[in-house]
């Protein structure tokens, strides 16, 4: 018995036998507390730097660990190692989120929700950093802080603001169709399990040959679309704000581990230069009619994280982590993400991030001339060359592992998108042609009770914009929140600048 005990000692963070976790050391029974009592002073120290910064969007999150396997030759579009043959298995690790909230927030929240997958392949990690939805709000990165700020809180009630949320909404146009999609009930998820996940972006995949293509990723839910409706949503929020970090964590505890079908919408060169809509705006789907979707693989998340703070907390996703075979295309958004994400790990979790378990490249392992930083926990490159070029067989680059050259050519300026389709054809579609009755009366209604909480002039702006999408979407919101709907449709027919001016305070 004492042998069993003894193997299990509690020590101190530097291995040293405790002897007493209950009472502090002190002068006499109820003398003050010495500094001498070392253990008290490092436990204290500890627990005051427990907290890291939380991401600064997505803090709220789930994660699981499973695998990705290939169901489809597409060794003609990409030489990515880990999609070369059918049947092949990477091993991965996925966190869901909400976008908006703190990481204490509720999982019920009207948010999209992010969808990210670390493909732990032999090429080193790919790290697939989507969305539930095929859109986004903005297409220029430069708007993206103006854009969060206003979903946070507001700088003096520290509360969310609907006039923040709407005043900036309706000045961006663009954002209709993600707003759309937001406020329709796949805006309320009922579980992670029961949504899709969209790259949104266009990604380009190029082959052995050097040729390349546009493509568009989707993971359709094997689980099958379910959302919550508004009063659903609103009750979870307040009764369980863990309820799909819990639902994830359960189904896969007893053995129902969910599955996403990968399929892509794939595009040539040519094609692109020829098509109706900017493959390089976020803001646009490409429509199924024109590019139908091919199966390619299958997502199976099989394993729960040991400890949430090591894998989930401590997980780093960045598009930027491309490997041989995938690149990233001209969409300006997709260009700053690339910067964006890697900078604010460094600030998250330190120089050394990457060599964390759950971002260490485990089926490629590291092998650069990085060295040092704070918290450089492994053997630091040993006694290797720390620089290149080296005579003593440092590693070297492969030239096998570059992209193909690439065309690029134009002015330097800051230009608007100028591609000839409007922002309101694609909402527009969703809501004459994809919703139903019910789903209509429920966005509207989405709408309504959420725009309600801003002033009139800018619920009359946000309305014109629905309004542009379609007559009967906007006169449907309008007449919910009691406006003037003629007011409503002569600031429809405005420019944006006019719309803008026409509503000023
Ligand atoms: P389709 O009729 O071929 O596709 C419509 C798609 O809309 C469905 O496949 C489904 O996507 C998705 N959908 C259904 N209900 C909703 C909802 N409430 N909110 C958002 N998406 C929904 O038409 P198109 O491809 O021509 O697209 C028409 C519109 O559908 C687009 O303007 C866009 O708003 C939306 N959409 C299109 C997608 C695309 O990649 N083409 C992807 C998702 C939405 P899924 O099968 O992915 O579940
Ligand atoms: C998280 C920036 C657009 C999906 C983040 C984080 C930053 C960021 C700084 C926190 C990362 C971390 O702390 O680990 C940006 C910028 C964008 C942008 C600057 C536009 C210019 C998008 C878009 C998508 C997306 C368009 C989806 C298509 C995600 C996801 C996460 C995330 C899924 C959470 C990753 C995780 O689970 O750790 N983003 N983002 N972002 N972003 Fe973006």
Not at 112 to 130: L, Q
Not at 199 to 223: M, R
């Amino acid at each position: 018995m004492n042998e069993k005990k003894k193997t299990n000692t509690m020590t101190t963070g530097f291995g040293i036998p405790v002897g007493d976790d209950q009472n502090s050391l002190t002068a006499g029974e109820r003398g003050p507390v010495l500094m001498q009592d070392v253990h008290l002073l490092d436990k204290l120290s500890h627990f005051d730097r427990e907290r890291i910064p939380e991401r600064v969007v997505h803090a709220k999150g789930a994660g699981a660990g499973g695998y990705f396997e290939v169901t489809e030759d597409v060794s003609k579009y990409t030489k990515a190692a880990f999609l070369s043959e059918v049947g092949k298995k990477t091993e991965v690790f996925a966190r869901f989120s909400t976008v908006g909230g703190e990481k204490g927030s509720a999982d019920a929240a009207r948010d999209p929700r992010g969808f990210a997958v670390k493909f732990y392949t032999e090429e080193g990690n790919y790290d697939f950093v989507g969305n539930n939805t095929p859109v986004f709000f903005i297409r220029d990165p430069l708007k993206f802080p103006d854009f969060i700020h206003t979903q946070k809180r507001h700088p003096a009630t520290n509360c969310k603001d609907a006039d923040m949320f709407w005043d900036f909404l309706s000045l961006t146009p663009e954002s209709t169709h993600q707003v759309t999609i937001l406020f329709s009930d796949r805006g309320t998820p009922a579980t992670y399990r029961n949504m899709n996940g969209y790259s949104s972006h266009t990604y380009k995949w190029y082959n052995e040959d050097g040729e390349y293509f546009w493509v568009q990723y989707h993971f359709k839910t094997d689980q099958g679309i379910e959302n919550l409706t508004r009063e659903e949503a609103e009750k979870m929020s307040a009764t369980d704000p863990d309820h799909a970090t819990r639902d994830l964590y359960e189904a896969i505890e007893r053995g129902d581990y969910p599955s996403w079908t990968l399929e892509m919408q794939i595009m040539t060169p040519e094609e692109a230069e020829e098509y109706r809509f900017d493959i390089t705006d976020i803001t646009k789907v490409w429509p199924h009619g024109d590019f139908p979707t091919i199966k390619i693989g299958k997502l199976v998340l099989n394993r729960n994280p040991d400890n949430y703070f090591a894998e989930v907390e401590q997980a780093a996703f960045s598009p930027a982590n491309l490997v041989p075979g995938i690149g990233i295309s001209p969409d300006k958004m997709l260009q700053a993400r690339v910067f964006s994400y890697h900078d604010t790990h460094i600030h998250r979790l330190g120089p050394n991030y990457n060599l964390i378990p759950v971002n260490r490249p485990k089926n490629s392992p590291e092998n650069s001339y990085q060295r040092d930083g704070f918290m450089r926990v492994d053997g630091n490159g040993g006694s290797g060359p720390n620089y290149w070029p080296n005579s003593f067989n440092g590693p070297s680059p492969d030239p096998d592992a570059l992209e193909p050259p690439f065309e690029v050519s134009g002015l330097a300026q800051r230009t608007p998108y100028t591609h000839p389709n409007d922002d309101f054809v694609q909402p527009g579609n969703l809501y004459r042609d994809v919703m139903d009755d019910e789903a209509r009366t429920h966005l509207v209604g989405n709408i309504v009770s959420h725009l309600s909480g801003a002033v009139k002039r800018i619920q009359l702006r946000q309305a014109a914009l629905f309004f542009k999408a379609d007559p009967d979407y906007g006169t449907r919101v309008a007449e919910g929140l009691g406006l003037d709907v003629q007011k409503v449709k002569e600031l429809a027919e405005m420019t944006k600048e006019e719309r803008a001016k026409a509503t000023e305070e």
